[in-house]
């Protein structure tokens, strides 16, 4: 839409150019404040703009870091940075890291028996080798490997007249250890991370609005999939909104806290069937003066955050998700999920996502609000109205009766000069 805008203007000043002229017109690239102050009825298509979520449906946040020169930070905390890669990358690593230090120490297991002397008393009984049966690399490799692993056939031993190789012998054992210990609890970290716990939480597929305890309230649903349960569970929700302060500042991607029950408690969710998560539109509320009718034209996105202890390991679990503008329905109530069975509740998730229109009004809060106090005005004034009204009836009826009395005297007036005459 940009672009198509700033060609217009382009075409109009090379309208007055020489059609011959070997200047090249790069289009402008406008901030997005401009943007937002060019008329929105040039072209059709700027006013449907697609609106780019912050946090995806399934929680991954829709940000990619980029000109990240500081990369050194990273290799300071490997061992996030190794939970944080990819399992393919991950297990890569896993078995590179073990095969390189069994090559490594196999190879100054060789050296060893190389520089010694024991590759060339192979089968002299008289000769006593630093490692006994070690002919090869290879044989070298399998004890590095028998070493490390602590594993011993008892084939292969190391002898007392090697003191370099009681030393190396000692060292690959505490290197080893420490190599076992990172590696072993950077997959068991991997393992039992509680990203797949989150899978199991769902939310709502939609957000509605209506009425609930004659207030205005945007409400969504979050359920548990799993018997076992999250432990302190806790809901918050953010609105991801950019704004222009009154200095002209623009601040992309502003979060908003939405208050969904942190002053009454209702955010801590004892969470084992499905809850409907309410927020009520009032004058703290982003969406106080936010009407049906202006709802689909703001460019807004409401990030909702489940977090929690998994019962059984203990560990966090944080589980996202998110709305915008075309999942926000005005009108509509959950359709309930709970049912009492004989002995037991039942949850049917397949009405998790449902709706149902229900009558609600069109207008804001914050109309609603007005409309409201508007009709409780005569109920406050009623007294003083009444009052009034009856002084100006009574002060309408002495003039019609002034009016009635005058005309009646002059109508008197007339027939008396009639009669004289």
Request: glycine share 4%; hydrophobic share 40%; with cysteine.
């Amino acid at each position: 839409c940009l672009f198509l805008m700033a060609a217009n203007v382009l075409e109009e000043d090379s309208m007055e150019q020489d059609i011959e002229s070997p200047v090249t017109i790069h289009q402008p690239k406008l901030p997005k404040q401009a943007r937002e102050d060019l008329p929105k009825n040039i072209n059709k298509e700027c006013a449907k703009r697609k609106i780019q979520r912050y946090v995806r449906k399934d929680g991954k946040c829709n940000v990619h870091h980029g000109n990240v020169r500081e990369t050194y930070r990273y290799l300071t905390d490997i061992f996030t940075t190794l939970v944080d890669l990819k399992w393919r990358f991950n297990l890569l690593i896993f078995v590179m890291v073990y095969t390189v230090t069994w090559l490594f120490f196999g190879m100054i297991w060789w050296l060893i028996a190389y520089m010694r002397g024991d590759m060339d008393h192979i089968g002299d009984s008289t000769w006593t080798p630093c490692v006994s049966n070690l002919n090869g690399f290879v044989s070298a490799f399998l004890f590095s490997i028998e070493t490390e692993t602590t594993i011993g056939y008892g084939y292969r031993v190391i002898t007392d007249k090697c003191p370099e190789g009681i030393i190396l012998l000692l060292v690959q054992s505490v290197l080893g250890s420490i190599v076992n210990a990172f590696m072993v609890g950077c997959m068991f970290v991997k393992i039992s991370q509680p990203k797949k716990r989150a899978e199991t939480l769902v939310f709502s597929t939609n957000a509605v609005i209506s009425m609930r305890d004659g207030k205005l309230c945007l409400m969504f649903r979050v359920g548990d999939l799993r018997n076992s349960h999250i432990v302190e569970a806790s809901i918050r929700a953010k609105l991801i909104k950019s704004k222009q302060t009154k200095e002209g500042e623009f601040i992309p991607l502003n979060q908003t806290d939405i208050n969904v029950g942190y002053y009454t408690g209702d955010d801590r969710l004892f969470l084992v069937s499905p809850l409907i998560i309410s927020h009520e539109i009032n004058q703290q509320s982003p969406f106080w003066e936010i009407s049906k009718a202006q709802l689909p034209k703001e460019e807004l996105e409401i990030v909702v955050i489940l977090e929690g202890m998994v019962e059984a390991t203990g560990m966090t679990c944080q589980a996202r998700s998110s709305y915008i503008t075309s999942e926000i329905l005005w009108g509509y109530r959950f359709t309930p999920v709970l049912t009492l069975e004989d002995g037991f509740y039942e949850v049917d998730y397949n009405s998790f996502h449902e709706t149902y229109e229900t009558n609600t009004p069109v207008y804001s809060a914050k109309e609603l609000a007005e409309m409201a106090s508007r009709a409780e005005l005569p109920l406050t004034w009623s007294v003083s109205s009444k009052l009034d009204q009856h002084a100006e009836l009574e002060t309408e009826e002495e003039e019609k009766n002034q009016e009635d009395q005058n005309e009646r005297n002059g109508d008197v007036a007339n027939l008396e000069n009639e009669s004289k005459l």
